[in-house]
Nanobody, 127 residues
Framework: QVQLVESGGGLVQAGGSLRLSCVVSGRTVSRNNMAWFRQALGKEREFVAAISWSGGSIDYSDSVKGRFTISRDNAKNTLYLQMNSLKPEDTAVYYC????????????????????WGQGTQVTVSS
């Protein structure tokens, strides 16, 4: 059974940076698209960024474009999210997710398309 474990969250001042990691165990995800989502208190889970299985296709939400960078290391079965110029509105629990469809060529920003999820890591940005 696949397990996703996020780390790297914490408390940071506005303008600061954090790097999230998501280590996957149980099976390789080198053939699977992956993504980061986030959920702020009292709000619905929202898409942050996605990366294709090859790393050749990347999408970002408009709210993080230009500040966040998603990447992956298939040899380490690990997904990353570099977050720069953080804002208080970035405060949320961040989740990594894996799409169960191997070599899927489409892109998705829908949580329903991702079948495997981590437990989340809290990111808090103070003003």
């Amino acid at each position: 059974q696949v397990q996703l474990v996020e780390s790297g969250g914490g408390l940071v001042q506005a303008g600061g940076s954090l790097r999230l990691s998501c280590v996957v165990s149980g099976r390789t995800v080198s053939r699977n698209n992956m993504a980061w989502f986030r959920q702020a208190l009292g709000k619905e889970r929202e898409f942050v960024a996605a990366i294709s299985w090859s790393g050749g296709s990347i999408d970002y939400s408009d709210s993080v474009k230009g500040r966040f960078t998603i990447s992956r290391d298939n040899a380490k079965n690990t997904l990353y999210l570099q977050m720069n110029s953080l804002k208080p509105e970035d405060t949320a629990v961040y989740y990594c997710a894996a799409d169960g469809r191997p070599y899927y060529r489409g892109s998705s920003d829908r949580a329903a398309d991702f079948g495997s999820w981590g437990q989340g890591t809290q990111v808090t940005v103070s003003s």
